[in-house]
């Protein structure tokens, strides 16, 4: 690349709308692109020949990472023209933009490589209490729930709904931590109380920054059931090893059969019962569709219209199989993925890099959990 000095900059204005930006061009002062006005048409005059500071510090970042081929710069956004070498690190650049309040996404179009530059939108309002309240809240609502109408009884709501919100925190832990890792910023886990069987609709982290790489991707939706299903697997283990003779509680899984043929015990344990539920719960958050953390995971391997186009395919089938296979109520989760949880998918910052050869083993070690998650008829016997 040039230096930053060297690089040949106009700022135009239209001469009908008022439109204006910067564009690398060696036109001196006062000369006119006719008719190149992208807003209105018009003809476009010099006005300068220098960047403002902040576009000038951008230019030099991007310049220490790419070739700079060509830009178009407005007040707030731009679009900058590159060429990778051997030791471009996109990654690295997205750092240190951040710590100067910018953003770029790496786009390909017609044989080229394309940076837009933007601003970091402002930092969302976090109320500090919030996370803690729904804790509470959602623990007293599973605990409430889980007594009237499973346990009657104050130790048995009470064993299931601590493990319960263990594994569901689990989960959120590790969104949490993908994401830290990665450089992208994450809410608390918000804990949803809810009058339902169990009391709870889940929880969420609420992602506040772009998702840098496919890589990245991966992590941070595959992070979240695999880490809660390692521990749904620990508190089944433990319940299958407390639990004695009684009405079983669980729901069955390929997983808590294969468990109880190793382990033995009874199933009528609370941790036997949070354990299978989450369970079912990580197989229907796996399905790779939409928002879902399986769909996270299929975007990172997918571009957007394959994506979409997975999506309205699971969410029309789970809707077929409510007349096909009744005895499952996927039909329900069918109508939450297409009015829910289809809509346009983000992707990631940089949508040319591939997906690397390991998180593609993660990715397919993820997946794998759906077999072993798969909600069979009944409960366990």
């Known amino acids: 690349m040039k230096g930053e000095g060297e690089i040949p900059v106009a700022k135009v204005e239209c001469l009908s709308c008022g439109y204006s930006e910067y564009q690398m061009s060696s036109l001196g002062l006062g000369e006119l692109l006719k008719g190149r006005c992208p807003r209105c048409g018009g003809d476009l005059a010099v006005t300068g020949k220098e960047l403002p500071r902040e576009w000038g510090e951008v230019l030099s970042l991007v310049g220490r990472e790419f070739s700079v081929v060509d830009f178009a ?18 990654p690295r650049l997205l750092r240190e933009l951040r710590a100067r309040g910018k953003v770029a996404a790496l786009r390909g ?6 940076l837009r530059v933007g601003s970091l939108p402002p930092p969302r309002r976090e109320r500090p209490h919030l996370p803690l309240a729904l804790f509470v809240a959602t623990l007293l ?35 949490a931590l993908a994401a830290r890792r ?9 804990f949803i109380p809810a009058p339902t069987y169990l009391g709870t609709l889940g929880a969420v982290v609420r992602v506040k920054s772009p998702i840098p790489t496919r890589d990245a991707l991966v992590e941070v939706g595959a992070s979240g059931p695999l880490l809660g299903f390692a521990v749904a697997l620990l508190i089944t283990s433990l319940g299958l090893v407390l639990g004695g ?5 669980a729901f069955t899984t390929p997983s808590l059969l294969l468990l109880r043929s190793a382990l033995g015990g009874g199933l009528n344990h609370p941790f036997v019962f949070s354990g299978s539920v989450m369970m079912v719960i990580t197989f229907l958050n796996l399905l790779p569709a939409g928002q879902l953390d399986g769909g996270h995971v299929a975007r990172a391997l997918l571009s957007a219209e394959q994506h979409r186009t997975l999506t309205r395919g699971m969410g029309f089938g789970l809707l077929l199989s409510g007349f096909l296979l009744p005895t499952y109520p996927f039909w329900i989760w069918g109508f939450l993925i297409l009015f829910f949880f289809g809509g346009h998918h983000a992707g990631v910052l940089d949508e040319l890099s591939p997906l690397s050869p390991s998180h593609r083993r993660l990715a397919l070690l993820t997946f794998l959990l759906l077999p072993l998650t798969f909600p069979l008829p009944g409960v366990a016997g």
């Not at 179009?109 to 394309?114: A, V």
């Not at 990665?182 to 918000?190: D, F, I, K, L, Q």
């Open 73 to 90: 710069l407005g007040e707030r956004e731009g679009e900058i023209e590159v060429e990778a070498g051997p030791s471009s690190s996109f």
């Open 182 to 190: 990665n450089g992208v910023e994450a809410s608390p886990p918000y």
């Open 245 to 249: 003779s009684g009405e079983p509680l």
């Open 141 to 175: 609502s599973i605990f409430g729930f889980s007594y009237l109408l499973l346990f009657r009884e104050v130790w048995g709501a009470l064993l299931f709904s601590l493990s319960l919100m263990a594994v569901l925190g689990s989960h959120e832990l590790g969104h």
């Open 109 to 114: 179009r017609g044989g080229s490589l394309h």
